[in-house]
Nanobody, 124 residues
Framework: QVQLVESGGGLVQAGGSLRLSCAAS????????MGWFRQAPGKEREFVAA????????NYADSVKGRFTISRGNAKNTVYLQMNSLKPEDTAVYYCAASTSVVAPMSGNEYDYWGQGTQVTVSS
């Protein structure tokens, strides 16, 4: 069982930066691939970024490549999402998730545990 708690969301102007954190409980954190997803009002949940259990493999949505960076600190049971050059269209609730996959899955169906989400609002 893994419990996930996101933090770091907030209101930022376009062009600004935020760093999201996701703290995980459980001794087996390092064995899980981790992902970030987001959901804007009236839209489907979409994949943002994922990282394998070792940190050696990452995947990004095309819309965030070059602007967002996912990383993990296994000693701290935490995964991060550094978001730079934010745009109004990045506004959404951001969720972290944990997967038993050995890669860095991009489908939400491959994730077993989800956090409650943190709101990110980017003003123009």
């Amino acid at each position: 069982q893994v419990q996930l708690v996101e933090s770091g969301g907030g209101l930022v102007q376009a062009g600004g930066s935020l760093r999201l954190s996701c703290a995980a409980s459980g001794r087996t954190f390092r064995s899980y691939a981790m992902g970030w997803f987001r959901q804007a009002p009236g839209k489907e949940r979409e994949f943002v970024a994922a990282i394998s259990w070792s940190g050696g493999l990452t995947n990004y949505a095309d819309s965030v490549k070059g602007r967002f960076t996912i990383s993990r600190g296994n000693a701290k049971n935490t995964v991060y999402l550094q978001m730079n050059s934010l745009k109004p269209e990045d506004t959404a609730v951001y969720y972290c998730a944990a997967s038993t996959s050995v890669v860095a899955p991009m489908s939400g169906n491959e994730y077993d545990y989800w956090g409650q989400g943190t709101q990110v609002t980017v003003s123009s």
